[in-house]
């Protein structure tokens, strides 16, 4: 059976591994569990056959038990008859149902085995299958976290590139600065040196104006 070597290799990987495998651990989970769903399909048709062949060599068994029951007891009736070759008969017809008694019996118990197997696996498949269904989701939350995490991780390098730039305007900044100081002191440096004579020649000026106007005034109020 085919479809059991399949169940068996399923049943066998490690999930997480062919997670680790992946671009998008997400989808593998996904198909991973379709996959499973798939092969439930197979093993429940496989099991169900199985089961069938179960009760079909129970039958027959059951049947041929019966039957030689059924042989039995005319041997009986053409005894108490008093008919000798009869019952002989019966009983030859017995013995040939004997004989494929135990090929029977064997094959039941073959049959019975595999259904048992075979509804273990199934049982144990539609487990599995509920048991990845409720990981599912806390998986893909752990997914979503991870993302989460990644992004501010690209943000705080961001942030990063960001304070780097500041840092290479405040210098900038600062090379502007010195540069502005220094055009300034050569400014100053090339300006004509100031000649202070006619700063003194005004304030004697001033002076005289003031005087002459005193005088006027003086001149006035005698005249008064």
Known sequence: MAVLTRFKDIMASNINALLDKVEDPEKMIEQCLRNLRSDLGKVKSETAAVMAEEQRSKRALDELTEEMSKMQNYAIK?????????????????????AKESGLNEAYKLAASNAVKMREMHDKLVADIGELESRKNMIKSKLSVAKTQERIN???SSVSSANNSISAFDRMEQKANEALDKANAMAA?????????EDLMAKYEKDTNIDN????????????
């Open 189 to 197: 440096l090339n300006a004509a040196p100031k000649d202070d004579i």
């Open 213 to 224: 106007e005193l005088e006027a005034l003086k001149a006035r109020l005698n005249k008064n």
């Open 78 to 98: 053409a005894l108490e008859a008093d008919n000798e070759t009869d019952a002989k008969k019966f009983l030859e017809r017995k013995a040939l149902l004997a």
């Open 154 to 156: 690209k943000i705080g």
